[in-house]
């Protein structure tokens, strides 16, 4: 989809989007379309049930007389509350209303009383993000039927009275949407397709932009005594790979980097303890945390980042074979930590604790965060909504709550404590990877925390039900796929670590 930012024009073309406060009071843009279609606006409003309440939508075939073929007038709600977040849904969901409706163009003229606290450059940015992230579609291995799937919505015009700003604020939200585009894509990739070696050949690409990529391979881990990670992926035909990916945006300054290090699990069958058949339906998308980081990356290295960011994500495949990992097997972590293997079902903290290991030896990061789909608990607790948070510091929390709030993927913070550390003891080794029947995301953070080093700020991002969902298309995740966690995470680092 491409976007045009210009002055607002009267021989617009196409699906002409204007606004409506609450109440049904016509915007000045709406109230210039109603003028050009000769009061078409008003008459409808007469006889119909629409008040401006956000999201709502009143469509219009536009009369002759007028370029523009139809008229959507939509709810903007109260002028005082709308937000960019609430300029990201609107478009989205009228982009979703126009895509298959045979409309090649729109132009979203939405103008905001003065005293608005969103600015007209930034609400247009934010308008043509909601648009591009609704306009999402994986159609990669779709055959037939495909006029079914087609969109015919392919240029957006957004008005704005100062167009040049406007397209610089979209500059840098264009490339996070890219990067959401880029996790999305990853977790919709069937797993015989989307293998650990094809993960780390799709995140090597980065290196167009400037990011510098390194790929360990199986021997290179076992130099580094990587074993709880090698052990997941033991049983598998496929080799297991680690993919460090640092973007240095500093422009030389030295300063140490903040890390981000995710789960890749390509397919996780459960490996001896095998999940049911049901349970496996989806486990391609439990690389989820390293779809998320690699987004990031991408977003990051695209928009010129004044920042040092490391991303590091563990690439395996859990699979039941003659040489794959028991429960009570018990191997030596690249930290020197031994753990017992109770459930080979528990693999993705086995997988993050060499990871960030490795992260923290070769990066000395001065922060470092985690993302995984690493349990059921955290959708029994959290459903589709949040994301669990879990942390060694205050000021990191504070910081990714900020973040998920201001770009719709809030967090939740769970506590940690030394009563949940001790349910992860075990009787022959430094630690058990399973905790027992309770508090499932809370020991496996617990777990996650002992291979983080002391003094190090780090975050551990449980988004198991929110890496994919199925489901009803909302207005600006798709079902499956969401690309959840390349927002938060390009927001905290603009907020907080850029120079």
Not at 124 to 130: D, E, K, N, S, T
Not at 273 to 291: E, F, I, Q, R
């Amino acid at each position: 989809m491409q976007f045009s930012f210009a002055a607002p024009s009267a021989s617009t073309s196409g699906a002409w989007v204007v606004g409506a406060l609450a109440d049904g009071v016509l915007t000045p843009a709406a109230l210039r379309a109603d003028k050009a279609a000769g009061g078409i606006l008003t008459r409808a409003l007469k006889t119909s049930r629409f008040k401006g309440k956000p999201n709502e939508i009143l469509e219009i075939i536009a009369p002759d007389g007028i370029k523009a073929t139809r008229l959507l007038l939509v709810g903007l709600g109260k002028p005082q509350g709308f937000t960019a977040a609430k300029a990201e849904i609107l478009a989205a969901t009228v982009t979703g209303r126009l895509l298959t409706s045979g409309e090649t163009t729109a132009t979203f003229e939405i103008d905001l009383p003065k005293g608005a606290k969103l600015k007209a450059p930034a609400l247009a940015a934010h308008l043509a993000l909601g648009a591009q992230l609704r306009s999402y579609q994986f159609t990669t291995y779709r055959r037939k039927n495909l006029d079914d799937f087609k969109q015919t919505l392919k240029t957006v015009t957004i008005a704005t009275p100062d167009g040049a700003a406007a397209k610089r604020s979209w500059a840098s939200l264009s490339a996070v949407a890219e990067g959401v585009f880029l996790a999305r894509n990853l977790v919709n990739e069937p797993p015989n397709i989307l293998t650990p070696a094809e993960f780390a050949r799709r995140a090597k690409v980065l290196t167009k932009l400037g990011v510098k990529v390194t790929v360990l391979n199986e021997a290179d881990m076992k130099k580094l005594g990587m074993n709880a990670l090698l052990g997941v992926g033991q049983g598998s035909e496929v080799e297991s790979h680690v993919v460090a990916m640092e973007w240095n945006g500093t422009r030389g300054k030295t300063k140490a980097p903040i890390a981000l290090v995710g789960k890749g699990v390509c397919f996780d069958s459960g490996g001896l303890s095998l999940k049911t058949g049901a349970g496996m339906m989806g486990m391609k998308g439990d690389m989820g945390g390293a779809a998320a980081v690699t987004g990031t990356m991408l977003a990051l290295a695209t928009r010129k980042a004044r920042a040092h960011v490391v991303g590091v994500i563990g690439l395996v495949e859990n699979m039941p074979d003659g040489k794959a990992q028991r429960p009570d097997d018990v191997v030596e972590s690249m930290s020197g930590q031994t753990i017992e293997i109770l459930n080979t079902d528990a693999e993705g903290r086995l997988v993050l604790a060499d990871a960030l290991w490795y992260t923290q030896e070769k990066y000395k990061p001065s922060a470092i965060i985690d993302l995984a789909t690493l349990t059921g608990a955290i959708i029994a607790a959290l459903g589709g909504e949040y994301a669990g948070l879990f942390s060694n510091n205050d000021k990191l929390s504070n910081q990714l709550t900020a973040a998920g709030t201001e770009e719709g993927e809030p967090v939740w913070r769970f506590p940690m404590g030394n009563g949940y550390d001790k349910l992860i003891k075990s009787k022959i080794a430094d630690m058990k990877n399973i905790g027992g029947p309770f508090a499932g995301s809370i020991t496996a953070a617990q777990f996650l925390q002992r291979f983080v080093k002391e003094g190090t700020a780090w975050a551990h991002l449980d988004i198991a039900g929110v890496a994919w969902q199925d489901g009803e298309q909302k207005p600006l995740m798709p079902t499956w796929g969401t690309g959840w966690g390349v927002r938060v995470l390009n927001r905290l680092i603009a907020d907080n670590y850029e120079t």
